[in-house]
T-cell receptor, first 109, second 113 residues
Framework: GQNIDQPTEMTATEGAIVQINCTYQTSGFNGLFWYQQHAGEAPTFLSYNVLDGLEEKGRFSSFLSRSKGYSYLLLKELQMKDSASYLCAVTDSNYQLIWGAGTKLIIKP | IAGITQAPTSQILAAGRRMTLRCTQD?????MYWYRQDLGLGLRLIHY???????GKGEVPDGYSVSRANTDDFPLTLASAVPSQTSVYFC????????????FGEGSRLTVL
C-alpha cells in the first residue's frame, strides 16, 4: 500500500529552527509537496521537490532523498505565526496526490 | 480576487437529508477535487475531475456524487447524509492533473446529526 509518515506533533521555541520529517512509500514518484495549514483554514502550498537536494525559499527549506523515500521541511527563525499543521504529500505514478496526516507545530515564546 | 469559492461555510444537517456543497473556481483550472479532512486522518480524496465533462472516484467515494458540467463548477452531493459524513470538506483545483500544487477553497464544515 501507499503510505506517508510524519510526526503527529512537534514543539519549538520562537526564533529557533525546527525540522519536520516525512517518509513515504508510494507506487512511483512524481514529486513531493509541503503544505501549511493554519487551524480552521485551508491548506496552502509551500514547496515542491522532484529532484534530490535542498530547495530554499526564504525561511523555509525542503529537502528530498528519493533513494531513501525521505523529505524534511526546515523552518528557520521561527515566528509565532508559523504555528500550524504541515502536510507532506507525494504524487504517485498516476499523478494521484497521497497525503500524510500532517504535523502540528506548536511555537512557544 | 481569483480563487475558489465554497458554499456553505458551515451546515448542520439531519441524517437522511440530501445536501449539495457548491464549489466554483475562476482560474480556468482543468482539474478539480473534493477532499474530506478528519482529525488524525489527513486529507482523503472523495472525487476528482481531470477536465470538464469527466469525473473519477477517489479514496472514499461511497455516499457522494459529483458532476462537472463546465470548467468552473464542481458540486458535491450527499444523497442521504449519515453521521459518519460529519467532516470538513475542501474543494481544490490545479491547472492540470499532473500538478501537485493545489489551490484550496476555504472549506465547508458539515455536521450530520
Amino acid at each position: 500500500g501507499q503510505n506517508i509518515d510524519q510526526p503527529t506533533e512537534m514543539t519549538a521555541t520562537e526564533g529557533a529552527i525546527v525540522q519536520i520529517n516525512c517518509t513515504y512509500q508510494t507506487s512511483g514518484f512524481n514529486g513531493l509537496f509541503w503544505y501549511q495549514q493554519h487551524a480552521g483554514e485551508a491548506p496552502t502550498f509551500l514547496s515542491y521537490n522532484v529532484l534530490d537536494g535542498l530547495e530554499e525559499k526564504g525561511r523555509f527549506s525542503s529537502f528530498l532523498s528519493r533513494s531513501k523515500g525521505y523529505s524534511y521541511l526546515l523552518l528557520k527563525e521561527l515566528q509565532m505565526k508559523d504555528s500550524a499543521s504541515y502536510l507532506c504529500a507525494v504524487t504517485d505514478s498516476n499523478y494521484q496526490l497521497i497525503w500524510g496526516a500532517g504535523t502540528k507545530l506548536i511555537i512557544k515564546p | 480576487i481569483a480563487g475558489i469559492t465554497q458554499a456553505p461555510t458551515s451546515q448542520i444537517l439531519a441524517a437522511g437529508r440530501r445536501m449539495t456543497l457548491r464549489c466554483t473556481q475562476d482560474m480556468r483550472h482543468n482539474a478539480m477535487y473534493w477532499y474530506r479532512q478528519d482529525l488524525g486522518l489527513g486529507l482523503r480524496l472523495i472525487h476528482y475531475s481531470n477536465t470538464a465533462g469527466t469525473t473519477g472516484k477517489g479514496e472514499v467515494p461511497d455516499g457522494y456524487s459529483v458532476s462537472r458540467a463546465n470548467t468552473d463548477d464542481f458540486p458535491l452531493t450527499l444523497a442521504s447524509a449519515v453521521p459518519s459524513q460529519t467532516s470538513v470538506y475542501f474543494c481544490a483545483s490545479s491547472p492540470d492533473r499532473s500538478t501537485g500544487e493545489l489551490f484550496f477553497g476555504e472549506g465547508s464544515r458539515l455536521t450530520v446529526l
